[in-house]
């Protein structure tokens, strides 16, 4: 029943050929890139190397970029020890760290610059053994003690030559600038200097995943295209639409099966990718390619598994009318234009656009539906769904010349993938409902609400409160005691299933009863610097978008008058 | 299926056995575990009932229902019991006038045998359990880690399908319900099957033992593991394995005691020299990943003392947060001086233009007044200013009054009266994987270096505007058309990304 497919390109542990990758640099920005064999990946001023040799080599290790040894023509790379990357903040250093830092706040070197040293706003700390400081120092003070200790030859090739090279001129430097009898106490050998983190050529290889590449679209890139949403807000809502891997439905079972989501997704396919993380259905690993293989449902009977299981890897060639979706852990994202906009699902190595992928098949080309609100809610106009084509028989087929023929499986084959969503989304019974969206709230609730199971979660976010507001209060105690008691004379007469539908009026925009327990909140973490002597909440952190999060459940009302009874009818009276 | 926890493979409708949260009124929860009761109960012929203040339940009314069902309270007889024990019940629900008209009733449906009576007034709500419900339901026997927390510390150590988690202490078990639904990716189907689980230690007997119940009933045993243990001294091992572990939750007093076990190789202390038998040491984690740790401690010395300790033993990317939280309130203000007089409404000028109005008619009723008073004649007509004022108001009002309550003022948002302002320091930071010599040598000799033809990263301005001229045509010509759309995206992303090298 499972199979182990073991695709190394595939693994998270080591840093794969073609993996999309994070590097982080000195300056805590981010690089997204794809590591392409054989290129030369260059980090601007912090220098370039050969992406091999990140190859196939763990996450999260920090690089020193080596200078071009003798003879070669590129730069190597020195794996930075976790103790020595600490050994500043280790350090007890009490002293000069203001001037320290206001220094490197004013330095900004050009782009393309080599690095010189001692460069502009360039600082040193010497330190011995056991990480404790010798010598810390800027650069009127090595200029300083340059003029008195160094030849003019031995600045100019200080000057000419990297970094690396010019270590041991400037730990001399710094040397001659501390106590003599400290000088003559320690060996030069035993000294290790450290640059300040903005001059050093340090880099480091984070495997790209949702956290991250959210961080790099709001810190870096174009927040406004994920509307604004941190990592806190992303975590409530994904807890919060209690989305998680869905374990297969027992055989037999009859649909709709728990464990099916709903989106609505304005992030570029942010929101989509974190919850698809979080189900387990977002990277493509040797250990997901161990789950039981999805079942192939068949459009014409909704959702019901059709015979034997397919063995995802060994995927036989489906027959028009089989749908390659599985019946449940998957996401059902709504979308307002006639395709979803998710291109962030690319850097996860899915393409929702493309339509005959190959093998090794994504987990989401199997767990991700996606239509329009024009075919949620008319179907009957959408032109695919309504214009089932007709059944040719096979010899007719048989005869059509090749395009003919691609033309009419094609045809059939988006009829049948249309049909099933369309069916299966309108049958109901999600599991929840995740929202990150621009569009009016109450308006995606109306359609939305009727299509979740019992207590059901909802989960909306928004850049702002006052959308959310706007909903709460279309569900508070006041609303929905007034609906109890005197119903719209609309919904007289109409069933239970028609007043979960009902389309809203002034009074009471949406059914107030469909929903439990509205609330709004808000997280923000808020950043510290943690040194010795020196701990405190960061000094300026981005601004914009504060985001905000609704949670409820969906209730089912009973049918006919309701009383409450208790302390409510206390509060009923006085509102 | 071995094992179908409602947490994670919820059914459609309730069934016997199953925890399930009703939920009281706003805020208020009630964890119970649904009994299917044979014959009377406690002296109800209805079997188990919960009696809330907001009516009786009995557990038949909970079964066999949608999650999220509105449920009306019942008329409960207690058979053998009496009245007398029944008003005791009833008198719970203090605020309820017609608690004898329901004794009343109540006598009148004596017959009923099994089948709950729904009583004329009361309701509860019931809900399937997840992690978030518990939290706010759950016994305390701990301080708790509550969602807002938790949510943001497995989204930062990478807690996910397959993960294995380390945790400790387990104390209410908040932390261990959130992450078993992070890490669940089915039940093991033999022993060697690896997948997510927690590893959870708890050291306090009691609380271990409840814990255990609880995992049990809730039906989580497959997935979490539960250790009776010191860890400071004891360390993660499960029954001598390791757990494997790539992501760990330290909600202990001292966690910078307990780091020295979660390390690659044996720790050492001050001094000492590696012994011989470094061979036999296990770590409890996973050798050939990263690993991803939150220490959790509401004072800052405990940060200082963790942080320094996680510095040298070198595991990197050190960040510490704080996660302020704040619930919002959603409520109607009503100013004005024509609302009716009744709770939430400010009964002061809604505006400048109210208020003048208000002035100019004390104005003139002053001014009437006066000359009332100077004619003196005691005409008996003067007017009270006041009286005609209130006359007016009161017209007003239930002009106002007629608007629907729910619909009258501004729809207005701010804090909760009460905020929690601190939980507790969140400190991370990662520790990768050890790499070898030997390892870099293989991995070298696979990627062997010095045939780079192109450059990617950084490129010069020029370079970078050309690029996005061609992607933009590109782009345009690949609008509309389905094929090679995915080339087409990967080049996109790659010259968005060049976008922003600084
Ligand atoms: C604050 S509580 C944890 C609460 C838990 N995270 C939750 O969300 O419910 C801390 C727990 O750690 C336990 N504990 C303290 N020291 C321990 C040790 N050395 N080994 C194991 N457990 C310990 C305590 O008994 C206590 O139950």
Same mark, same amino acid.
Request: some cysteine; charged content about 25%; overall charge negative.
């Given at each position: 029943?499972?199979?182990?497919? &073991? /695709? #190394?390109?595939?693994?998270?542990?080591?840093?794969?050929?073609?993996?999309?990758?994070?590097?982080?640099?000195?300056?805590?920005?981010?690089?997204?890139?794809?590591?392409?064999?054989?290129?030369?990946?260059?980090?601007?001023?912090?220098?370039?190397?050969?992406?091999?040799?990140?190859?196939?080599?763990?996450?999260? !290790?920090?690089?020193?970029?080596?200078?071009?040894?003798?003879?070669?023509?590129?730069?190597?790379?020195? /794996?930075?020890?976790?103790?020595?990357?600490? #050994?500043? #903040?280790?350090?007890?250093?009490?002293?000069?760290?203001?001037?320290?830092?206001?220094?490197?706040?004013?330095?900004?070197?050009?782009?393309?610059?080599?690095?010189?040293?001692?460069?502009?706003?360039?600082?040193?700390?010497?330190?011995?053994?056991?990480?404790?400081?010798?010598?810390?120092?800027?650069?009127?003070?090595?200029?300083?003690?340059?003029?008195?200790?160094?030849?003019?030859?031995?600045?100019?090739?200080?000057?000419?030559?990297?970094?690396?090279?010019?270590?041991?001129?400037?730990?001399?430097?710094?040397?001659?600038?501390?106590?003599?009898?400290?000088?003559?106490?320690?060996?030069?050998?035993?000294?290790?200097?450290?640059?300040?983190?903005?001059?050093?050529?340090?880099?480091?290889?984070?495997?790209?995943?949702?956290?991250?590449?959210?961080?790099?679209?709001?810190?870096?890139?174009?927040?406004?295209?994920? !509307?604004?949403? *941190?990592?806190?807000?992303?975590? !409530?809502?994904?807890?919060?639409?209690?989305?998680?891997?869905?374990?297969?439905?027992?055989? @037999?079972?009859? @649909?709709?099966?728990?464990?099916?989501?709903?989106?609505?997704?304005?992030?570029?396919?942010?929101?989509?990718?974190?919850?698809?993380?979080?189900?387990?259905?977002?990277?493509?690993?040797?250990?997901?390619?161990?789950?039981?293989?999805?079942?192939?449902?068949?459009?014409?009977?909704?959702?019901?598994?059709?015979?034997?299981?397919?063995?995802?890897?060994?995927?036989?060639?489906?027959?028009?009318?089989?749908?390659?979706?599985?019946?449940?852990?998957?996401?059902?994202?709504?979308?307002?234009?006639?395709?979803?906009?998710?291109?962030?699902?690319? &850097?996860?190595?899915?393409?929702?656009?493309?339509?005959?992928?190959?093998?090794?098949?994504?987990?989401?080309?199997?767990?991700?539906?996606?239509?329009?609100?024009?075919?949620?809610?008319?179907?009957?106009?959408?032109?695919? &769904?309504?214009?089932?084509?007709?059944?040719?028989?096979?010899?007719?087929?048989?005869?059509?010349?090749?395009?003919?023929?691609?033309?009419?499986?094609?045809?059939?084959?988006?009829?049948? *993938?249309?049909?099933?969503?369309?069916?299966?989304? *309108?049958?109901?019974?999600?599991?929840?409902?995740?929202?990150?969206?621009?569009?009016?709230?109450?308006?995606?609730?109306?359609?939305?609400?009727?299509?979740?199971?019992?207590?059901?979660?909802?989960?909306?976010?928004?850049?702002?409160?006052?959308?959310?507001?706007?909903?709460?209060?279309?569900?508070?105690?006041?609303?929905?005691?007034?609906?109890?008691?005197?119903?719209?004379?609309?919904?007289?007469?109409?069933?239970?299933?028609?007043?979960?539908?009902?389309?809203?009026?002034?009074?009471?925009?949406?059914?107030?009863?469909?929903?439990?327990?509205?609330?709004?909140?808000?997280?923000?973490?808020?950043?510290?610097?943690? !040194?010795?002597?020196?701990?405190?909440?960061?000094?300026?952190?981005?601004?914009?978008?504060?985001? &905000?999060?609704?949670?409820?459940?969906?209730? /089912?009302?009973?049918?006919?008058?309701?009383?409450?009874?208790? *302390?409510?009818?206390?509060?009923?009276?006085?509102? | 299926?071995?094992?179908?926890?409602?947490?994670?493979?919820?059914?459609?409708?309730?069934?016997?056995?199953?925890?399930?949260?009703?939920?009281?009124?706003?805020?208020?929860?009630?964890?119970?575990?649904?009994?299917?009761?044979?014959?009377?109960?406690?002296?109800?012929?209805?079997?188990?009932?919960?009696?809330?203040?907001?009516?009786?339940?009995?557990?038949?009314?909970?079964?066999?229902? +949608?999650?999220?069902?509105?449920?009306?309270?019942?008329?409960?007889?207690?058979?053998?019991?009496?009245?007398?024990?029944?008003?005791?019940?009833?008198?719970?629900?203090?605020?309820? +006038?017609?608690?004898?008209?329901?004794?009343?009733?109540?006598?009148?449906?004596?017959?009923?045998?099994?089948?709950?009576?729904?009583?004329?007034?009361?309701?509860?709500?019931?809900?399937?359990?997840?992690?978030?419900?518990?939290?706010?339901?759950?016994?305390?026997?701990?301080?708790?880690?509550?969602?807002?927390?938790?949510?943001?510390?497995?989204?930062?150590?990478?807690?996910?399908?397959?993960?294995?988690?380390?945790?400790?202490?387990?104390?209410?078990?908040?932390?261990?319900?959130?992450?078993?639904?992070?890490?669940?990716?089915?039940?093991?189907?033999?022993?060697?099957?690896?997948?997510?689980?927690?590893?959870?230690?708890?050291?306090?007997?009691?609380?271990?033992?409840?814990?255990?119940?609880?995992?049990?009933?809730?039906?989580?045993?497959?997935?979490?593991?539960?250790?009776?243990?010191?860890?400071?001294?004891?360390?993660?091992?499960?029954?001598?394995?390791?757990?494997?572990?790539?992501?760990?939750?330290?909600?202990?007093?001292?966690?910078?005691?307990?780091?020295?076990?979660?390390?690659?190789?044996?720790?050492?202390?001050?001094?000492?020299?590696?012994?011989?038998?470094?061979?036999?040491?296990?770590?409890?984690?996973?050798?050939?990943?990263?690993?991803?740790?939150?220490?959790?401690?509401?004072?800052?010395?405990?940060?200082?003392?963790?942080?320094?300790?996680?510095?040298?033993?070198?595991?990197?990317?050190?960040?510490?947060?704080?996660?302020?939280?704040?619930?919002?309130?959603?409520?109607?203000?009503?100013?004005?001086?024509?609302?009716?007089?009744?709770?939430?409404?400010?009964?002061?000028?809604?505006?400048?233009?109210?208020?003048?109005?208000?002035?100019?008619?004390?104005?003139?009723?002053?001014?009437?007044?006066?000359?009332?008073?100077?004619?003196?004649?005691?005409?008996?007509?003067?007017?009270?200013?006041?009286?005609?004022?209130?006359?007016?108001?009161?017209?007003?009002?239930?002009?106002?009054?007629?608007?629907?309550?729910?619909?009258?003022?501004?729809?207005?948002?701010?804090?909760?009266?009460?905020?929690?302002?601190?939980?507790?320091?969140?400190?991370?930071?990662?520790?990768?994987?050890?790499?070898?010599?030997?390892?870099?040598?293989?991995?070298?000799?696979?990627?062997?270096?010095?045939?780079?033809?192109?450059?990617?990263?950084?490129?010069?301005?020029?370079?970078?505007?050309?690029?996005?001229?061609?992607?933009?045509?590109?782009?345009?010509?690949?609008?509309?058309?389905?094929?090679?759309?995915?080339?087409?995206?990967?080049?996109?992303?790659?010259?968005?990304?060049?976008?922003?090298?600084?």
């Amino acid at each position: 029943m499972t199979t182990l497919l &073991y /695709i #190394a390109s595939m693994s998270r542990d080591l840093v794969q050929p073609n993996a999309w990758v994070a590097i982080k640099l000195p300056n805590d920005m981010l690089r997204v890139l794809q590591v392409v064999p054989n290129t030369t990946i260059s980090l601007g001023k912090y220098g370039s190397f050969p992406s091999n040799l990140i190859i196939e080599r763990p996450y999260n !290790l920090t690089y020193e970029v080596q200078d071009q040894e003798e003879g070669e023509t590129y730069s190597r790379l020195r /794996i930075v020890p976790g103790v020595e990357l600490n #050994a500043d #903040a280790l350090a007890d250093t009490s002293a000069d760290k203001d001037a320290i830092e206001t220094s490197e706040e004013t330095a900004e070197t050009n782009d393309d610059d080599d690095v010189i040293v001692p460069a502009d706003g360039e600082d040193f700390t010497l330190v011995d053994d056991s990480g404790k400081v010798i010598a810390r120092s800027s650069r009127e003070v090595l200029d300083d003690s340059a003029r008195q200790t160094l030849t003019s030859a031995e600045i100019e090739e200080l000057k000419k030559k990297g970094t690396s090279a010019g270590q041991d001129l400037i730990a001399k430097l710094l040397l001659s600038h501390t106590a003599i009898d400290q000088k003559t106490q320690f060996s030069l050998a035993k000294y290790k200097l450290l640059k300040t983190k903005k001059y050093i050529r340090r880099f480091t290889v984070l495997p790209l995943d949702v956290p991250l590449l959210a961080h790099w679209m709001l810190e870096d890139k174009d927040a406004s295209k994920i !509307l604004e949403m *941190r990592q806190e807000s992303m975590a !409530l809502l994904g807890c919060w639409a209690d989305t998680h891997f869905a374990s297969q439905p027992e055989e @037999g079972a009859e @649909g709709p099966h728990a464990g099916q989501w709903l989106v609505v997704d304005d992030t570029g396919g942010l929101l989509t990718a974190s919850l698809a993380e979080r189900m387990g259905i977002l990277h493509q690993t040797p250990e997901e390619q161990e789950q039981p293989e999805t079942s192939v449902a068949d459009a014409g009977s909704s959702g019901q598994p059709d015979g034997q299981p397919t063995q995802k890897p060994k995927r036989r060639r489906l027959n028009d009318l089989e749908v390659p979706y599985a019946p449940n852990n998957t996401l059902t994202v709504l979308h307002h234009n006639t395709q979803p906009n998710l291109f962030m699902l690319r &850097y996860f190595d899915f393409d929702n656009t493309e339509i005959n992928p190959t093998p090794p098949y994504h987990p989401l080309y199997s767990n991700l539906l996606s239509l329009s609100w024009l075919q949620l809610v008319s179907p009957e106009l959408d032109q695919t &769904y309504s214009d089932p084509p007709a059944e040719v028989d096979p010899e007719t087929v048989a005869s059509w010349k090749t395009n003919q023929r691609g033309n009419y499986h094609r045809k059939r084959r988006r009829w049948a *993938r249309t049909k099933h969503i369309i069916d299966t989304t *309108r049958a109901g019974g999600f599991a929840g409902l995740a929202v990150a969206s621009t569009m009016e709230p109450i308006s995606i609730l109306r359609h939305t609400l009727p299509l979740l199971a019992g207590g059901a979660p909802v989960a909306i976010y928004s850049q702002t409160v006052e959308p959310l507001a706007a909903l709460a209060d279309a569900f508070s105690i006041t609303r929905r005691a007034a609906w109890v008691s005197s119903p719209p004379a609309e919904t007289e007469g109409k069933t239970v299933a028609e007043i979960e539908r009902w389309e809203g009026n002034d009074e009471f925009p949406i059914n107030p009863t469909l929903l439990l327990g509205a609330s709004i909140q808000t997280s923000r973490a808020r950043r510290w610097q943690v !040194l010795p002597q020196r701990t405190h909440p960061l000094m300026t952190e981005r601004g914009g978008a504060e985001g &905000y999060i609704f949670t409820a459940w969906r209730a /089912i009302p009973v049918e006919g008058k309701i009383e409450a009874r208790g *302390r409510f009818r206390k509060r009923k009276a006085g509102a | 299926m071995a094992s179908s926890s409602p947490f994670l493979n919820p059914s459609a409708r309730s069934r016997p056995g199953d925890l399930a949260i009703v939920l009281l009124a706003r805020d208020s929860y009630q964890p119970i575990t649904l009994e299917q009761s044979t014959g009377a109960v406690d002296g109800y012929v209805e079997g188990k009932v919960l009696n809330t203040r907001f009516g009786s339940f009995p557990h038949s009314t909970f079964l066999d229902v +949608p999650w999220g069902s509105q449920i009306r309270a019942s008329h409960v007889d207690t058979g053998s019991r009496g009245r007398k024990r029944k008003l005791e019940a009833s008198g719970e629900d203090t605020s309820t +006038p017609g608690a004898d008209d329901e004794a009343k009733d109540s006598e009148a449906g004596s017959q009923l045998t099994r089948k709950a009576a729904s009583a004329p007034s009361g309701f509860v709500h019931i809900l399937k359990p997840s992690p978030e419900l518990w939290t706010s339901a759950l016994p305390h026997r701990t301080q708790v880690v509550y969602t807002p927390d938790y949510s943001y510390i497995l989204s930062r150590i990478r807690a996910r399908p397959g993960t294995r988690i380390i945790e400790a202490g387990a104390g209410s078990g908040s932390f261990t319900h959130a992450s078993v639904r992070a890490v669940y990716n089915g039940l093991p189907q033999k022993p060697e099957d690896k997948k997510g689980k927690v590893f959870s230690f708890e050291f306090n007997e009691d609380r271990y033992h409840k814990m255990q119940d609880e995992i049990v009933e809730h039906k989580l045993a497959d997935m979490v593991h539960l250790t009776h243990r010191d860890v400071y001294g004891e360390g993660f091992l499960v029954e001598g394995k390791s757990p494997e572990a790539t992501a760990i939750f330290l909600d202990l007093p001292a966690p910078w005691k307990a780091l020295k076990h979660i390390s690659r190789r044996r720790p050492q202390t001050d001094g000492e020299t590696p012994k011989p038998d470094d061979g036999n040491w296990i770590s409890p984690l996973d050798p050939k990943k990263s690993v991803h740790i939150c220490t959790f401690s509401p004072c800052i010395e405990q940060v200082m003392r963790t942080v320094t300790e996680l510095r040298r033993l070198g595991w990197v990317d050190v960040d510490m947060v704080e996660v302020a939280h704040k619930r919002i309130n959603v409520l109607r203000e009503k100013v004005g001086l024509n609302l009716p007089n009744k709770k939430g409404c400010n009964l002061t000028p809604a505006n400048v233009t109210e208020s003048i109005d208000r002035l100019k008619e004390i104005n003139e009723k002053t001014k009437d007044f006066n000359n009332a008073q100077k004619e003196k004649d005691g005409d008996a007509m003067a007017v009270d200013p006041k009286d005609s004022g209130k006359a007016n108001r009161q017209g007003n009002g239930k002009e106002e009054e007629d608007e629907k309550p729910w619909a009258q003022g501004r729809v207005v948002h701010r804090p909760e009266g009460e905020l929690k302002t601190h939980t507790s320091y969140l400190v991370f930071a990662v520790l990768p994987r050890e790499w070898s010599e030997e390892d870099e040598a293989a991995a070298s000799a696979r990627w062997p270096c010095g045939k780079e033809t192109k450059t990617i990263g950084s490129v010069d301005k020029a370079a970078r505007k050309q690029a996005k001229r061609e992607m933009h045509q590109m782009y345009e010509m690949e609008k509309g058309r389905k094929r090679q759309k995915r080339s087409a995206g990967e080049k996109q992303a790659i010259g968005e990304d060049t976008q922003t090298s600084t």
